[in-house]
Each structure stands twice: as C-alpha cells, then as structure tokens.
C-alpha cells in the first residue's frame, strides 16, 4: 500500500542473473543476443540490453559476496528482472509524456561512486572479467549504467507522481468493494484503516515495515478480510443479544484503541501517516469509532458468556502449580561491562579488585571501542535476563562483582550486583480468586471462538481480489504501451 517500498524495490534491486545453456549447443553469441525479449507497439528491446541488466545485478551478486541462485529460483529471478527493465522503461515514458519535472543534478557523481564501488569491492582484474563473461566492454556498461541511473529517477519520478494524483482524490479506490458479509458491503476504505493499525503495531514490535511482497501482501489481506468478517458477525451476535454500547463506552474503547497513535503521532504526523493509506483524519476517527463500537459490543457478548461457568479447585491448583515460577518478584539490581571478547573481558577483571576499582573500570567501559555496552539495569527479576546472566547476577550478593567473565549469546558480561529484594511468592489461597477469574475468562474464550467459527460457517462472506492500486496502473500501462515479454529467450 505504501509507495515507498516500489521505490526502494525501483533504486536497489539485488537479483543475480546468469546466462545458462546446454554445453552440448554450440550458441552463436551474436546473434543471440539479438533476439527480441520485449515488445512495446513498434519498439524492440533486444537481449543484449537486457545482458546489461544481468550484468549489473551479478556484479551485485559478486561485491556483496551472495550465493547464486539455482533451479526454478534462477528462472524466477529472471524473470523478475525482466519485467523490472520493463517497468522502468515504461514509467521513463509516462514520465516524459507527463513532462514531469526531474532532478538530476548529482547523477553524474553518485554513478562514478558505485562504479567506484564495483572496481573496489571487486578489483579492476575481476570487474572486468565479469564484464568479458558477460560479453560487453567496460565502456558499453558504464554507458548503460550511466543511464541506468537516469531511467531510474524518471521512473520515480512517474510513481511519485502516481501516488500524489491518487492522494488528492482516492474516493474511486476507496469505494471499491473489498468483500460482502450476509449482504453488508465492505469497501477498501476499511481495508486501508485496518492496514494502518496493522503496520503500525508491526513497527512498534519490529521496528520496521510491513514486508512488501506479493505472497506477503496476500496474506496480510486474507487476514485482515477474515478480522473484518469476525467483527461484523460478532457485534451481530451481541445485538440480537440485545447488548447496546453507550456514547460514553465506544468513547473511551476509542481513547485505548488510539492510545499508541496519540504517544507517537501529533495531529500533523498522523495526518501524513494516514495519506499513505489515502486515508484523512477525519475518515480514520469515523472509522474509528465504528471500530470502537464493536469491540464494546464484542467485549460485553465475551463477559456474558462466562455466566454460568465453573472452575474446580484441582484446575485452580494445577494452574498455580504450573505458573508457580512466574510469581517470583525477586530482583536483583546489577551494573554490567559487557565485551565481544572473552580476553578483553578477562583483561578488563585484571584490573577490577572491588567495587571502587570496578566503577573506574565502568566509567573507562563507556569508551572502549571493545565494549559493547557498560550500563546501569536497575532492577529486573529472573525471567527479564537471558538464563545464564540472570542465574549469575541472582546467586550473587549485594557489593559483589563476578570473578569470571560470564558468557551469554551477547557475550562476555563482568556483573557487579548493588541492590537485592526478596519478596515471598504468593500461597495457592491467596492467588485462588485471580487464577478462578482467569480460567473462567479463557472457557468463555473458548466458548466464544466456538460461536464465532459456527457463525462463519453459517454466513455469506464473500471475498474479492484485493489489488494494489500501482499494480492495477502499472498492469493499464503494460496494455496502453501494448507490452509482450519473451522470458524463455533469456
């Protein structure tokens, strides 16, 4: 949904082509390479312009030291690579027919720097031997490459202005219907509202994007799909219940659910988040508080179904049994130096012989470029650490500092433990009435998922192909500028 992936997919493409044959053919090279593999109207692309392709993207393959491919997944990529030529040579026109305007102030220099890159990553005997093995002189792919960069920055040039149009006006991609439940009509607009949260809380669990693939994209749209049918059927379900939500409770269950928007978004950052989902603010706190809505609905049917249930004394002491670990507060409070090394850690305790002597080293720690981390991590009970730190730092006494680097997948940790609470973990009598409430929740949960599976099986759902708006445009450019590819003469 978010354009910039198709950008960084456009400027850093990674696939390695070879060209594979049957030894036993003897191939003319010349001629081979004439071959047509595109066809746009009256204009042919031949073989050797695609080599030029192939020929940068093993050089790709070559700097960074990749595997090559094998099999159906060499086919693939080759494929792939064809129609990525394609593509940017099309959005080069549209570019141009668009007169779009476009900046190419720098290209010269920021070329010399890959290439550059290329002759030192590789050395000038081997760059030039994969350009022999790829049959074309030096000059021919600087040439290419040069121009390479500048189709590249047309083509987005051509996106950038594809996303900006459908921004100012997204209505006719908004009101596409993406699905019908019993015959109520879902259109794309909720899809991008429940995409929106979806990537952000992916962001905050990660740190990065939604991945940006087809099989992916897929996937996360089935999903969201089946969200949308639970919901809807759901809320049904607690309405003929005769379960109502107050302006006060869909209030508040909008206040939650928008709590990790409000913490990292201001009114002017939200508003450009949301446009990459051709949403406004306006549409989101509408679709919001529809969201809202039913999750109060669905929420009050869940606690009507624990009604009636039971918990015996034996699943209550089971449980507590089987989560007794998880009662221990016990924590220690620890200051670590922690190194790559196991002799730079050992070098650093040589120097350690109390606390004094172990917060000088600390304070050196910070600016060794050997040390990975010298910090203060307060307080933590045994299950925040990885298992060997914490059964180290737990069996250690306030004012005391290892005597041996401690060994974890992060490294070689030297653990001065300054603080110590030791709380009694609670009896089976006192956690009795939390883990009854806990055990009835999760068999109304239980109870829940049952109803919500019949419900699904006896509603009309019916599903549509779920199409990224660049993808239908890029299709509609492949038809206007009549495109056919050959990919079996690669």
Do not use: W
């Not at 900046?103 to 220099?109: A, C, I, P």
């Not at 040039?157 to 006719?172: G, H, K, Q």
């Not at 620890?334 to 050992?346: F, G, M, P, Q, V």
């Not at 401690?406 to 009435?433: M, N, R």
């Amino acid at each position: 949904m978010n354009r910039k992936r198709y950008l960084t997919l456009l400027l850093i493409i990674a696939f390695l082509v070879t060209v594979a044959g049957c030894s036993l053919i003897q191939v003319d090279t010349e001629k081979d390479m004439e071959r047509i593999v595109v066809e746009m109207g009256d204009e042919e692309i031949a073989k050797k312009e695609y080599n030029k392709y192939l020929t940068y993207h093993t050089l790709i393959y070559e700097v960074n030291g990749y595997t090559m491919p094998e099999g159906d997944s060499l086919k693939t990529m080759k494929e792939d690579l064809l129609d990525t030529m394609v593509e940017i040579n099309i959005l080069r026109k549209q570019a141009e027919e668009l007169d779009l305007e476009v900046d190419l102030e720098g290209l010269s220099e920021e070329a010399d720097e890959l290439l550059t890159t290329f002759l030192e990553g590789l050395g000038e005997d081997k760059y030039l031997r994969i350009l022999e093995d790829n049959y074309m002189t030096r000059e021919e792919f600087e040439s290419f490459f040069r121009k390479y960069m500048e189709d590249v920055k047309y083509a987005n040039a051509a996106i950038a202005n594809f996303t900006e149009t459908l921004r100012e006006d997204a209505s006719a991609e908004l009101d596409k219907v993406i699905m019908t439940v019993d015959g109520q009509t879902i259109k794309k607009e909720e899809l991008y509202y429940q995409l929106s949260m979806v990537e952000f809380e992916y962001y905050l669990g990660t740190g990065s994007g939604l991945p940006g693939d087809s099989e992916s994209l897929g996937f996360i749209y089935e999903e969201i799909q089946n969200k949308i049918a639970e919901t809807r059927l759901m809320a049904a379900a607690a309405e003929k219940e005769g379960m109502t939500a107050s302006d006060e409770e869909i209030e508040e269950m909008s206040k939650e659910m928008k709590a990790n928007f409000s913490t990292y978004f201001n009114e002017e950052t939200l508003e450009t988040y949301l446009a990459d989902y051709y949403l406004t603010t306006a549409t989101y706190d509408a679709m919001l508080e529809e969201d809202a809505k039913r999750a109060v609905l669905i929420e009050k049917y869940q606690k009507s179904l624990e009604t009636g249930l039971t918990v015996t004394s034996d699943e209550i002491k089971e449980y507590y049994d089987e989560h007794k670990s998880s009662y221990d507060t016990d924590t220690v409070s620890a200051k670590h130096i922690l190194t790559e090394s196991e002799d730079h850690a050992n070098a650093l305790l040589e120097t350690i012989t109390d606390v004094a002597s172990f917060e000088t080293a600390f304070e050196l720690a910070k600016e060794d470029e050997e040390v990975k981390e010298a910090a203060d991590l307060g307080a933590f009970s045994f299950g925040q650490m990885v298992t060997e730190f914490s059964a180290q730092a737990f069996a250690m006494d306030p004012g005391e500092v290892s005597t041996v680097p401690v060994k974890t997948e992060f490294g070689y940790h030297i653990i001065y433990v300054y603080d110590q609470h030791t709380a009694e973990i609670p009896t089976l009598e006192e956690k009795t009435s939390e883990i009854r409430e806990g055990l009835v929740a999760a068999k109304a949960m239980e109870l829940y998922t049952e109803k919500m599976t019949k419900a699904k099986e006896e509603a009309e759902i019916e599903k549509e192909e779920i199409q990224d708006p660049f993808e239908v445009h890029m299709d509609q450019l492949l038809e206007q500028y009549k495109v056919t590819t050959y990919p079996s003469r690669l």
